[in-house]
């Protein structure tokens, strides 16, 4: 085994998949001013990615933020600046928790749902029979559900970070005894606009990246129960990897 | 896949696509229906050649076409009901109103106006290949092609949609294609059959003259003899020299 070579195969085959997987996207932006005109489909898709995942953004938007009110609070705690616990709060998570975390659980919950869905409708022929009924399944399957995907995304964000927020609150001062006032006004003084920009931006490309990802997997997963299963846990790999790299290039840029 | 393959199929019969398994029939309907494209030699469908047409106009064709997949591929997030209104609802503007009468009319040509509400996943195998020849005759296609329609099905279930196919081609006027390894079956309801082995078309005629088809493959297939032109054992080296060479790895 020559290891030189394997590494230039390998490195070939991730410059395809990228090649193949940006060609899918341009597909799917060029199919999307028709899709938009079924806005129900859309809507319907933002349901299942976004309402139904509500519970989980949720309860973890609560315990992150309780966690980040009990370690900001520790740490500020040591500079005797607590009152700054609302900005601590609110910052990390608009601009960085927030998006991210987000993400991630959207990638497990949501984008496992799609990939496993458009998989299962690829190995049980629903997509050639659309097909056969003059039916184009991009534009009739896979363009709503990226959309919803993609609208769903800083949706769900900013509910995290707003339960976050009252998280933190909740620790901070409901139990950790930071003064109210300090806390709500520190927070509104000091977080501007552009912090929240940031995090819309990240959370939007997160959103593509993930929605793409998950409806590329399952679309073009192998149609036998494992490659569903392999589709569905490439997506929950890939995301998870595309959202941190990602986050890192987005959090440089804004600098 | 295939070698000198040459058919003609002919407007308003039944036409019987037969063969040993993994001989090509699937990939013949793919190539009917322009889900594959040969590499080399011509397939003309209604007037069109499948190995040019362009997208557009492979989708205006196929609005005159409709297909029963093996599993019926209902969709199965939508209702009986909203499966088989499913191409009129992407096709047409036909108000609510004339949508559900469509869907009621043939839904009852199946026998399913009952099912109407029902999802897929209430639905036995028979029922859903019914549902799924529903749909593919709601908007009204000139040809209809069956794709293993009596795999897993029970007797009463398989009567019913041999009688279907017959039926609906008369009553219609369609142009049927029917791709089954159940001889006997389809003997009952096919004007023309072609078995296909090896690639090519080994035996064409009524089901009648296939009976007494002079060749050993016919003989075989239509006997259901396990062992013949098409063997029973898959390639392999000499029995015992494998046997003998002992602890080699496969």
């Not at chain 1, 690829?122 to 709503?144: C, F, G, K, N, Y």
């Not at chain 1, 927020?165 to 001062?173: D, P």
């Not at chain 1, 959370?203 to 590329?216: E, M, Q």
């Not at chain 2, 309907?29 to 997208?55: E, K, N």
Request: hydrophobic residues 50%; charged residues 15%; contains cysteine.
């Amino acid at each position: 085994m020559n290891p030189i070579r394997e590494l230039w195969k390998s490195l070939k085959e991730t410059l395809q998949d990228l090649g193949a997987i940006t060609r899918f996207l341009l597909r799917l932006i060029a199919h999307s001013p028709r899709a938009l005109l079924r806005f129900e489909l859309i809507v319907q898709q933002v349901f299942n990615s976004g309402a139904l995942s509500l519970v989980i953004i949720m309860l973890s938007g609560l315990f992150v933020g309780m966690v980040l009110g009990l370690q900001g609070f520790q740490l500020l705690q040591r500079f005797g600046s607590e009152e700054a616990l609302g900005t601590a709060a609110t910052i990390g998570l608009v601009k960085e928790l927030g998006p991210v975390v987000t993400a991630l659980l959207f990638a497990g919950r949501a984008g496992t749902a799609l990939a496993s869905e458009l998989g299962l409708m690829r190995a049980t022929d629903q997509l050639s029979a659309m097909e056969m009924m003059a039916v184009d399944p991009i534009q009739r399957v896979v363009v709503p559900r990226f959309l919803g995907g993609v609208i769903t995304m800083p949706l769900l964000a900013a509910i995290f970070s707003l339960i976050g927020i009252y998280g933190a609150q909740l620790v901070g001062v409901q139990i950790m005894g930071v003064d109210s006032g300090s806390f709500w006004s520190q927070m509104r003084a000091s977080v501007d606009l552009r912090d929240v920009n940031e995090g819309i931006v990240k959370s939007c490309i997160f959103g593509i990246a993930c929605s793409l990802i998950a409806v590329y997997e399952g679309y073009y997963a192998t149609p036998t129960a494992e490659g569903v299963g392999r589709a569905t846990t490439r997506t929950v790999v890939t995301s998870a990897v595309v959202v941190l790299f990602l986050d890192y290039l987005l959090t440089a840029a804004f600098l | 896949m295939f070698a000198g393959l040459d058919m003609d199929i002919a407007r308003g019969r039944v036409t019987a696509i037969m063969g040993p398994s993994g001989t090509g029939k699937t990939t013949l309907l793919r190539l009917i229906t322009g889900q594959a494209v040969a590499d080399s030699g011509s397939i003309h469908v209604a007037g069109t050649d499948m190995r040019s047409v362009r997208r557009a106009d492979l989708y205006v064709l196929r609005q005159r076409m409709g297909m029963l997949f093996q599993n019926g591929a209902l969709l199965t997030d939508l209702s009986v009901f909203e499966n088989v209104a499913f191409p009129l609802r992407e096709h047409t503007d036909l108000p609510e109103r004339l949508i559900r009468q469509l869907v009621l009319t043939k839904l009852q040509a199946v026998g399913l106006r009952g099912a109407a509400p029902l999802m897929p996943a209430e639905l036995s195998g028979g029922m859903t290949r019914r549902v799924a020849l529903a749909r593919a005759i709601v908007m009204d296609p000139e040809i209809l092609i069956y794709d293993e329609p009596f795999v897993g099905l029970d007797p009463i279930s398989m009567g019913v949609i041999l009688r279907l196919i017959r039926r609906l081609n008369d009553a219609l006027g369609l142009t049927s294609i029917v791709v089954s390894h159940n001889v006997q079956e389809i003997s009952t309801v096919a004007d023309t059959v072609f078995l296909l082995s090896g690639g090519k078309v080994v035996a064409r005629g009524t089901p009648q003259e296939l009976q007494s088809y002079p060749s050993d493959v016919v003989r075989q297939f239509v006997g259901g003899l396990p062992d013949g032109p098409v063997p029973f054992h898959y390639p392999a080296i000499d029995y015992f020299s494998e046997l003998l060479a002992q602890g080699e790895d496969h």
